[in-house]
């Protein structure tokens, strides 16, 4: 094997000890925050943390709409672990390796789903115990860059799975 393919596995397993160490930092900042703190830190907008503030809204419903956002970060953060792992072991152009990556595609596309979901279920609940309720739904710019991006990576690992194939063959 190669130098520079030896310096990319290493560094792939760098950055799987760097995801995991950031992924327990924010686990143990949100666990501080709500049990110390009595507050959410975990993607809230002012409708929410109005609703977190009102004695008459219940913290289950509150902590039942972020529930499903905080378990998509555990699975990206699972199958983006998945993906490091088959880069540690030089496997960049295996099925195994494509399938996490389509796993973090489909994620980032639930993710945008779900806030926009998130966020109407905030504005219902809100409107039950306030008078105005102004509902924003957000749908980045960076987001949408972002999923572009992913599926054209996938078209290029494709691509470039397919000529170390042709590659291989001409040997």
Same mark, same amino acid.
């Given at each position: 094997m190669n130098a520079s393919m030896q310096k990319l596995m290493k560094i792939s397993g760098f950055f799987r000890v760097l995801v995991l160490v950031a992924t327990a930092a924010v686990v143990v900042y949100l666990g501080y925050s709500y049990?110390?703190?009595?507050? $959410?830190?975990?993607?809230?907008?002012? *409708?929410?943390?109005d609703l977190w503030y009102h004695d008459g809204?219940? /913290?289950?419903? #509150?902590?039942?709409i972020q529930t499903p956002l905080l378990l998509t *970060?555990?699975?990206?953060? +699972?199958?983006?672990?998945? #993906?490091?792992? /088959?880069?540690?072991?030089?496997?960049?152009?295996?099925?195994?390796?494509?399938?996490? +990556?389509?796993?973090?595609?489909?994620?980032?596309?639930?993710?945008?789903v779900l806030d926009i979901v998130q966020q109407l279920a905030t504005g219902y609940y809100h409107k039950q115990f306030f008078e105005h309720t102004s509902i924003e739904l957000g749908l980045e710019?960076?987001? $949408?860059?972002?999923?572009?991006?992913?599926?054209?990576?996938? +078209? #290029?690992?494709?691509?470039?799975?397919?000529?170390?194939?042709?590659?291989?063959?001409? $040997?």
């Amino acid at each position: 094997m190669n130098a520079s393919m030896q310096k990319l596995m290493k560094i792939s397993g760098f950055f799987r000890v760097l995801v995991l160490v950031a992924t327990a930092a924010v686990v143990v900042y949100l666990g501080y925050s709500y049990l110390v703190l009595d507050e $959410i830190r975990f993607e809230t907008s002012m *409708l929410f943390l109005d609703l977190w503030y009102h004695d008459g809204a219940s /913290h289950g419903v #509150l902590l039942a709409i972020q529930t499903p956002l905080l378990l998509t *970060l555990f699975v990206g953060v +699972y199958w983006l672990q998945r #993906l490091l792992s /088959h880069f540690q072991q030089g496997q960049f152009f295996g099925n195994e390796a494509m399938r996490c +990556y389509l796993w973090l595609i489909w994620l980032k596309l639930f993710d945008i789903v779900l806030d926009i979901v998130q966020q109407l279920a905030t504005g219902y609940y809100h409107k039950q115990f306030f008078e105005h309720t102004s509902i924003e739904l957000g749908l980045e710019f960076g987001n $949408i860059t972002t999923l572009l991006l992913m599926l054209l990576i996938v +078209y #290029l690992l494709k691509a470039a799975k397919e000529i170390e194939a042709e590659n291989k063959e001409f $040997i």
